[in-house]
């Protein structure tokens, strides 16, 4: 399949995804309750159960990929992931457990990585003490995840230096195979709400070494974190945070899930402070710290089971204005690329405003044959990425088809876009 057509492909793709569910919708019989998307707004400010293991539990799978892509015929390469992926959770008795997952990645590019490179993520090695119902102390590395939004979470305070290894344009697989924050913290609950207060220590030093667990990269500095949540009604559920730590300004950031029509979960997430520009941060930019607001709006709609559509506009005050913008592309490409790699490290937004479409279709094209979609869309730029992913499972096994198209001028060697095609596998066990 070439290039062109792949990029074609991926982009009708996403087109006959979004009209066969609303076509579907409008002839489906009665939509999902309204206590579904209920519990999917519940279920979005939690960033994992407090409840007690009652016993051990496991999964583990592996997983291999294999792509060809490229910008042009000087560019185009084959790329292959060979990855372990784990997760265990054990009962230790006296209301005590413990956790322990990760994942291990192998990955080669035919020209620009001839060796494989194997990089282990310790996403999360932490021990959990509940005495009551009420109480629950975590201590350990655990991947905290704060906020309501998809593609891009302000108030996800410990995304910073958490991507050691990135094999996936998904942002939910992201926050999910990332390192977690050295902490300690302690949850109170009580009926629709929680507070919670978190601690995270400073631990020096960097590490590339494929085991490395790399403390550093998530507890660069001394933290702290106080966050509230207390649903209101039967359709609003808010969450409030306040963070700072050593050498920063006090953070304050929000989230917000309601539902305003039925089926429809809709969010807000924003967090405002004194901080510097990406660009300043890594030596680019003069230092320009001042007030700077971060904002998530979107919604999810469910028109039937199985079937979601999202919308997310975002806002990052942290990223490019249009005169840095305009400095970026003057810049040696070197530059560019040392830009690109502080988006990954910081997971901050290129340029100032970004669309996020997503769609996914669960037995889409029969049983066990699932579509899904994304599209992210610069407001400030003519960068564009679209992802198509049709996904068959099986009893333990899924294969699935992929296509990518993106551009994006102002950080590429060359304004050429970027096609790939590929081919997943995974097994359970």
């Known amino acids: 399949m070439s290039g062109r057509v792949g990029c074609r492909l991926a982009r ?47 999964r583990v799978f592996v997983e291999g990929s294999a792509a060809y892509g490229g910008s042009n015929a000087a560019t185009r390469q084959t790329s292959t992931v060979a990855s372990l992926d784990y997760w265990l959770r054990q009962n230790l008795g006296g209301g005590w457990s413990g956790l322990w997952s990760g994942r291990l990645d192998g990955t080669r590019d035919s020209r620009s990585r001839p060796s494989t490179d194997w990089t282990h993520t310790l996403r999360e090695l932490a021990v959990e003490w509940q005495p009551d119902p009420r109480w629950v102390l975590d201590l350990g590395r655990i991947n ?14 410990f995304r910073e230096g958490a ?29 629709d709400g929680s507070v919670q207060a978190v601690l995270a220590p ?31 009604g039967a359709e609003v ?49 003069p230092d320009d710290t001042s007030m700077r607001t971060q904002v998530a709006v979107g919604a999810n709609w469910n028109p039937l089971p199985g079937a979601t559509f999202g919308l997310e506009f975002d806002y990052d005050g942290v990223a490019n204005d249009a005169a840095q913008r305009h400095a970026l592309e003057q810049m040696p ?51 564009r990425q679209y992802w198509l992913e049709v ?13 990518l198209w993106r551009r994006n001028p102002a950080l590429g060697a060359t304004p050429d876009a970027y096609r790939q095609a590929g081919l997943l596998l995974s097994h359970y066990f």
């Open 144 to 157: 905290a995840q704060y906020g309501e939004a998809i593609a891009f979470n302000p108030s996800d305070v």
């Open 237 to 285: 559920t808010p969450q409030i945070m306040l963070t700072g730590g050593e050498g920063m300004s006090p953070l304050a950031a929000m989230s917000v899930s309601f539902l305003p029509l039925a089926e429809t979960v809709a969010y807000v997430e924003a967090s405002t402070g004194r901080r510097r520009s990406t660009l300043s941060r890594i030596g680019l930019w």
């Open 391 to 403: 996904r068959h499972r099986f009893d333990a096994t899924e294969v699935a088809v992929r296509l």
């Open 12 to 58: 009708r793709g996403l087109l006959v995804l979004l009209l066969g569910c609303g076509a579907r919708a409008l002839a489906a019989p009665a939509p999902p309750a309204e206590e579904d998307a209920l519990a999917i707004a519940d279920a979005m400010l939690k960033d994992r159960p407090a409840e007690p293991a009652a016993q051990t539990r496991h």
């Open 202 to 232: 400073r631990i020096d030093g960097r590490s590339s070494a494929t085991f490395s667990p790399d403390w550093g990269a998530t507890n660069p500095r001394q933290r702290w974190l106080l966050a509230v949540s207390q649903k209101l």
């Open 163 to 191: 991507l050691r290894s990135v094999t996936s344009v998904v942002p939910a697989n992201l926050r999910t195979n990332r390192q977690g924050v050295v902490m300690a913290r302690m949850q109170y609950l009580w009926q």
């Open 333 to 383: 490409l070197r530059m560019r690329q040392a830009y690109g790699a502080a988006l990954i490290q910081y997971q901050t937004l290129q340029d100032r405003r970004q669309w996020f479409v997503s769609a996914s279709w669960k037995d889409a094209l029969g049983p066990g044959t699932d579509i899904s979609a994304l599209a992210r869309i610069d407001g400030d730029a003519p960068a």
